[in-house]
């Protein structure tokens, strides 16, 4: 497909308006229709992309004739339905951002979905395309000798003010492992080549949202927690979570150990959090520690300005966006995130949550195929 690729966007809040502001600065594309059905998002999404059509209804968003591809960027308990709703009217490419869904009882319509929808379908994984930690991926076979140790953390700020607050619960949400944590349980598959098997998980909501109440409900997400995961290759990976750690001068910290070495990706949080008065933020890193000989190299990965002033995932939503383009122009043949590999982050999110609610492993079927014991 040759020229001007036009998008329609389903969902047009923060995360919504971040990709907004990266296609606009892609080459040869544009947006062409936006449904998002809060008032004052809708204006500002206008402000990224004034040429689109404002539809009324994602129905109305599918009838206009331009598109040649689809973003569903809404809260997270919408997914499912929508993507239903495109499939059964007009199955362009598509873009859905993570969660592929919330609640272990839509696996069966996703399974039906992807036996039936012709068109490709890529599950947003901004974390992958972090330069940063692209570059972990890229080295680690080479720096570790093969990866038997991944250690994740996040030390972040508290869950933003979304629209209607939907992001304090975890019937909306998936809850807080599913909800910000698959993009970790992705990469852990990503990374160490294999399938999850069991996980164990501690967890707590201790500091954040414990005084708020949204009709009469407090809310019940997670806000700290760790979780080992065993996989079937023999190798295990880690995550340590806190969500009242802005103070940190990183907010990712990624290390992979193997046989021969060690490589660590560090990642800053997004810039505007940044005080003013501590000068610029801080840079990238890379950090390759090999066992013999011993001597840990670093190496700064900076990110084009402009990609970090369209978004707080440093530049990966971009290069995220650039890939997908290469499968709607036919240039790539697959997308890098496909519909399994969305819904075992998923799974494996389900799984952590279950483990920090009974305090008791939980055993994952070997295939990917099957779903959280």
Known sequence: MSGTINYG???CGMMGQEHLRNIALLADTRVAAIFEPDAEMAKRATEFAPDAVLAPSVEALLEVEQLDCLLIASPNHCHVAQMEAIRAQRPLPLLVEKPLFTDSADLAQIEAFKATYPAPVWVAMEYRYMPPVAALLQQADDATGGIRMLTIREHRFPFLE???NW?????????????????FFDLMRFALKSEPVR???SAAQSVNHLGEAYGGETPDILDNGYVIVDFENGSRAMLELCMFAEGSRYQEEISAVGPTGKIE???PGPGRFWPENLGEPPVPQVIVSPRDPKGPRSL???VDPALLDAGDHNGSTFYQHEGFLRVVRGEQARPDVSLDDGRMAVLMGIAAQESARTGQA????NSPKQSAA
Do not use: Q
């Open 167 to 183: 992001n304090r619960f975890n019937r909306y949400t998936g809850g807080t492992f599913v909800e910000k944590c698959c993009h």
């Open 162 to 164: 979304k629209v209607g």
């Open 265 to 267: 990706a560090l990642v």
């Open 199 to 201: 996980i164990m998980a």
């Open 9 to 11: 966007v389903i969902g």
């Open 300 to 302: 700064e990965i900076p």
């Open 362 to 365: 939980v055993m994952l079927a």
